[in-house]
Nanobody, 113 residues
């Protein structure tokens, strides 16, 4: 069982930055494989940054060069640094462990224009 807890969301103006955190606990297989997803109102959940089976970190085209994933293995924490935020980045952001299939509860990010 893996538990994931996201934090760091909030309200920010367009062009601003936020850093999301995801703390993992339990039977963690590989924190480096964890990724971030988001779900905007009325839309399906979409991947933002994932770790491919080939060992590459993949960013969705809409966030490439603006978002950066990082990990602190000692703290079992995955971060998502988001900069140059746009109103279309407004969504609930989730981290996910692909090995266990576990999801966090999500953290709301709202970007005002």
């Amino acid at each position: 069982q893996v538990q994931l807890v996201e934090s760091g969301g909030g309200l920010v103006q367009a062009g601003g930055s936020l850093r999301l955190s995801c703390v993992a606990s339990g039977s963690i297989f590989n924190i480096n494989a964890m990724g971030w997803y988001r779900q905007a109102p009325g839309k399906q959940r979409e991947w933002v940054v994932i770790f491919s089976s080939g060992g590459k970190t993949l960013y969705a085209g809409s966030v490439k060069d603006r978002f950066t994933i990082s990990r602190d293995n000692a703290k079992n924490t995955v971060y998502l640094q988001m900069s140059s935020l746009k109103p279309e980045d407004t969504a609930v952001y989730y981290c996910q462990d692909p090995h266990s299939g576990s999801w966090g509860q999500g953290t709301q990010v709202t970007v005002s224009s």
